[in-house]
């Protein structure tokens, strides 16, 4: 799978077939929650996602968490999209400037998604996307914080990373395994309800019914 993808020039790890579910998802958004986003990097996922929000007429802050510093690995990837990033740079102010042009209403935390995650304010939650969150305890961290404000029927849950353990093998495996070992155990709670297998590792669910 090709993850070197752009959005509207904004470099990203998600193809485009997923940008465009984002945004066909945002534009139906009810009102019921707020959307948030664990693993937003430079904001190419947020900015197709607010995309179709703000057309739905969404009106409410957009959470967002992530590290928001440069790696070695980020740095080679936005290269590769034309995009200069230096080794342990501050990439929060470029994730505002290319999001605030859609959506200035952004409660963005930063650092690892852990920490971050406790200052969400616990507003009920209709769109709840997870990139960074793929592993234990990163992963069961993040559904223990924002679980409680998912919305039974109404909340989808995006998992961009579900796909990710493929290919891999051992300890990496088995550690990337937390979101498929986590809607097995609850998959009377949920609808999976979009998946591009061979095109993308992100599954889409629907929240049917309360955790237990």
């Not at 967002?64 to 034309?82: D, F, H, M, R």
């Not at 990337?176 to 590792?201: C, D, H, Q």
Request: aromatic share 12%.
């Amino acid at each position: 799978m090709n993850d070197l993808t752009t959005y509207k020039r904004i470099p990203s790890m998600t193809p485009k077939c997923v940008h465009n579910y984002l945004t066909k998802l945002g534009s139906k958004w009810t009102g019921k929650g707020i959307a948030i986003e664990l693993g937003s990097w430079l904001g190419a996922s947020a900015a197709a996602l607010l995309t179709g929000l703000v057309e739905a007429g969404y009106d409410k802050p957009f959470y967002c968490c992530e590290l928001w510093i440069a790696n070695e690995i980020q740095v080679a990837k936005a290269k590769k999209q034309g995009v200069t990033l230096v080794d342990k740079e501050n990439t929060l102010p470029k994730f505002i400037n290319n999001i605030i042009p859609i959506h200035p209403n952004i409660k963005a935390s930063q650092g690892k998604i852990s920490s971050a995650i406790k200052n969400y304010p616990g507003e009920p939650i209709e769109i709840c996307i997870f990139d960074a969150p793929k592993t234990n305890p990163t992963f069961t961290d993040a559904v223990e914080a924002l679980s409680p404000y998912w919305i039974p029927g109404d909340t989808i849950l995006g998992l961009l990373d579900y796909y990710q353990y493929v290919g891999m093998i051992g300890k990496k495996r088995v550690k990337n395994l937390a979101p498929v070992l986590f809607m097995e155990k609850y998959k009377k709670n949920f609808t999976r309800i979009k998946e591009w297998k061979g095109e993308s590792s992100a599954v889409f669910f629907r929240y049917d019914k309360k955790l237990e």
